[in-house]
């Protein structure tokens, strides 16, 4: 029988146990473009195994065509699970066909998987048809005893082997086709999910294995978290920061929180959407009677209870008006480090949940500045990962600085933040520099090793490299990125079967891969920020067999670029020997954790502490490149403990001025110059008794008051409802008669007068400068702003009020 490249070499029986179908499975899903899918039932324990390289094969731009999928299953003694066709109903693409067989009275017994290939014409070239005994399930795909046969073709086989296979594809399209056969979708689960009979299982003893029935449960640090966001609920709060080291389960967390309020719709938002694509997946377990469905550039699924959705589409304003503000009860913002940004802005400053919820694995108060005031200054619950590995839900990790000799970074141009790509790939993909890595990676390395490397041309330069120099040693390097040969899900069981020892990756696994097995960790590129160095040294943090701790080796330059390392790795430069390494245990980075760093860096570092911090642009430039984006007026006094932006005023004249410097935006440059007195003299330096100046300008923000200024009876209504999420402030400014009288009317009108003869008045009075004035009732800004300046000037006073909270609710 010929053999088929959608085949591994094997014999032509599969059988189970040691034997498993799921590696022929998976190799011919990544290599068909066509799949078709018969199986009596699917569980989720199965779909899991498979789904990642559906993902994979159905996103990955290499194909000249779309993949065809279509898949059958039913609904024969109610054995499929709901949570498994939700996950199935979220598989994307033109030519997607998902069905379920009804089969009332009648059984249905199929297992079938059939694959081909074809050219650019769309001529079938070769095929593999497996059929035997497995459904779609754990056991049934790995080590259950199942039979299996494998029939292939090719396209110069006989005719009675063309004619046998083609023969089976038109059978498994009349059943595809059979009236029983009804298109999946949530209306469809709806009604199964009450009509199907959990009693029968039963009566199957022998189909449904114990370990199949699944349910999920919080751990205990997410028991802790749910009640820490209940209590916070309780008291008041409508916003909430929760800190969750990489591998803790942030997205689980989300889903339990979201099933103990009750919430009837969901909306989580991602910059990513691999990201979306397994948080659709982790909230479809724990909410399988719900709906899900995507928002992004591909789908508008606007009516699912659960949507999942990308920031950079729904913050559009045309998208954001397609739901009321009130629409969903429940709002995650994953990531939400990236929170400052104005796509998340725009959608926090619309939607009005019953509560938000902001999600992190950001460790330290100095990244938390910023986006702490955009959850109102509560942190509810923080496990980084420090408390991860104490808990021994993370692996200790040995860090290793290397000085990264064979790199001059100061002779590399430096712009916005970041390196020149073209210049540093350059000076990255060389022979000199791969031989330096590749000494450093022998003395170190474990078994699996993961690499994050620059660019696509830097990680194919690495991987020829240790091919070259894995000739002699039975080990074996690829590259991995979108578009590359080898997919990611192909990649990581190929690491995972030990094929091969390297992957050299760029992008694709920083953010939201489950990665247990890698033990070995190199960063061969800077990276733009603390927080993803920490994201991808916690992709090897999770714990699996017979791995004790991760190996983490970095190659670190002469630049300050690399300086934030120190700070994070709790080392004190001034109490180092300069020209010796550092080597010793690091119990405050966790239990069994160990550092050694090269002492030309450390010697490095001490140079660099000497000369840097010594005026504000200096202070400016090294938080930018620590945090990876130019940092807030919050992350800057957080990080700076200053009175009050005293350097800055000093040598800048303004917070403003000096972000404006720091930048080549001519707009943000014209609006600073055009509004620098207000910016500073009206909200900057504004002194705040108490809080409500900053709580008015946030709802004049909120209200758009630059296009269209409010009413009086609107500015005093968005003032209330955004300290209601202020429980800190209510605590802290309305403790006397009169406040608390105002602040405690359900009619509104004592609040009313209270917040006129406060704050409002305070602006209207006539004074040095009268920055508003009211004309009909309406409350509008004394000066005028260009429509082009409208959303920069919002945007930046939204960030000075962020830093006048932040500064009066720690003061």
């Not at 659960?306 to 045309?318: C, D, G, P, R, Y």
């Amino acid at each position: 029988m010929p053999t088929s490249l959608l085949t591994l070499d094997h014999d032509i029986l599969t059988t189970g146990d040691n034997d498993p179908l799921l590696t022929q499975l998976l190799h011919a899903i990544n290599h068909a473009s066509e799949i078709e899918i018969a199986v009596s039932f699917i569980r989720q324990s199965g779909f899991e195994l498979i789904k990642q390289a559906l993902l994979d094969v159905l996103e990955n731009k290499r194909h000249h065509h779309s993949l065809k999928l279509r898949i059958l299953t039913s609904d024969y003694l109610g054995i499929t699970e709901p949570v498994a066709l939700r996950g199935l109903l979220a598989l994307e693409g033109e030519d997607v066909q998902i069905k379920v067989f009804e089969t009332d009275k009648q059984s249905f017994h199929m297992k079938s998987y059939l694959f081909v290939r074809t050219n650019d014409e769309g001529t079938v070239t070769e095929g593999s048809a497996f059929i035997g005994s497995n459904n779609i399930s754990r056991p049934a795909l790995t080590n259950a005893h199942e039979w299996t046969l494998r029939y292939d073709y090719k396209a110069n086989s006989d005719s009675h082997t063309q004619q046998q296979f083609f023969n089976i594809r038109q059978k498994f399209n009349a059943i595809f086709e059979h009236p029983n056969a009804k298109t999946l979708s949530d209306e469809w689960i709806d009604a199964y999910i009450p009509r199907r009979q959990q009693p029968a299982l039963k009566d199957i003893t022998l189909a449904v294995t114990e370990e199949e029935i699944t349910e999920y449960w919080p751990n205990l640090a997410q028991e802790e978290a749910l009640t820490a966001l209940n209590i916070t609920r309780l008291n008041g709060y409508e916003r909430g920061l929760v800190v969750m080291g990489t591998g803790m389960g942030k997205t689980f967390l989300a889903a339990f929180d979201a099933q103990q309020m009750k919430a009837k719709r969901v909306l989580f938002i991602a910059h990513r959407e691999e990201i979306l694509s397994q948080a659709l997946s982790t909230f479809a377990k724990v909410h399988p009677d719900k709906s899900s469905g995507y928002y992004h550039g591909k789908a508008k699924e606007a009516e699912k209870d659960l949507l999942f959705a990308s920031v950079q589409t729904i913050s559009k304003e045309t998208h954001l008006n397609q739901f009321a503000p009130d629409h969903f009860d429940y709002v995650v913002i994953d990531e939400f480090h990236h929170a400052s940004a104005s796509t998340y802005q725009n959608v926090l400053n619309y939607f009005e949940p019953t509560f938000l919820l902001g999600l992190t694995a950001t460790p330290e108060r100095t990244d938390q500045a910023n986006i702490l005031a955009l959850c109102h200054n509560n942190l509810v619950f923080e496990r980084n990962l420090v408390h991860g590995i104490d808990e021994k839900i993370l692996v200790p990790f040995h860090y290793y600085g290397i000085w990264d000799d064979s790199v001059d970074y100061q002779a590399i141009p430096w712009r916005n933040g970041k390196f020149d790509p073209e210049a540093l790939e350059n000076q990255f993909a060389t022979q000199k520099r791969a031989a330096h890595i590749f000494k450093h990676w022998q003395t170190h390395q474990q078994q699996r090793t993961l690499a994050f490397c620059m660019s696509k041309r830097h990680a194919d330069y690495m991987a020829d490299y240790f091919n070259t120099h894995f000739a002699q040693q039975n080990k074996k390097a690829i590259a991995v990125y979108s578009g590359s040969k080898v997919l990611r899900n192909e990649a990581l069981t190929q690491l995972d079967n030990g094929d091969i020892d390297v992957i050299f990756s760029v992008d694709l696994f920083n953010e939201g891969t489950d990665l247990p097995s890698i033990d070995t960790v190199m960063m061969l590129r800077p990276t733009e920020s603390n927080i993803v160095f920490l994201q991808q040294l916690g992709r090897g943090l999770r714990r699996h067999q017979d791995k004790t701790h991760l190996v983490v080796i970095d190659f670190i330059g002469n630049h300050n670029s690399f300086f934030s390392k120190q700070s994070w790795l709790g080392i004190d430069i001034k109490g180092a020997n300069g020209g010796e390494p550092i080597d010793r245990p690091a119990p405050e980075l966790g239990e069994g954790t160990y550092i050694n760093i090269d002492p030309q860096a450390v010697d490095f570092w001490q140079r660099l502490a000497r000369q840097l911090r010594t005026s504000a642009k200096e202070d400016f430039a090294h938080l930018t490149a620590y945090l990876g984006h130019r940092p807030s007026a919050s992350e800057f006094y957080i990080a700076n403990k200053e009175d009050r932006f005293a350097k800055v005023n000093k040598q800048h004249g303004s917070w403003c001025e000096l972000v404006a410097e720091m930048s080549d935006d001519a707009l943000l440059q014209e609006v600073v110059t055009e509004h620098r007195d207000f910016l500073f003299y009206a909200v900057q330096g504004t002194k705040l008794q108490k809080s409500f100046k900053a709580i008015l300008l946030e709802a004049f923000i909120s209200l758009d008051g630059f296009r269209t200024p409010p009413t009086i009876d609107a500015l005093c209504q968005r003032s209330r409802k955004i300290i209601d999420g202020y429980p800190s402030i209510k605590q802290k400014d309305f403790t006397e008669k009169s406040s608390m009288a105002a602040i405690q009317d359900g009619s509104g009108n004592k609040w009313k007068k209270y917040w006129k003869d406060n704050p409002i008045n305070a602006y209207l009075k006539a004074g040095t400068t009268q920055w508003f004035t009211q004309l009909d009732d309406k409350f509008q800004a004394n000066f005028v702003v260009k429509e082009q300046h409208v959303v920069l000037l919002s945007q930046l006073v939204k960030e000075l009020v962020d830093y006048q909270l932040v500064w009066y609710l720690m003061k």
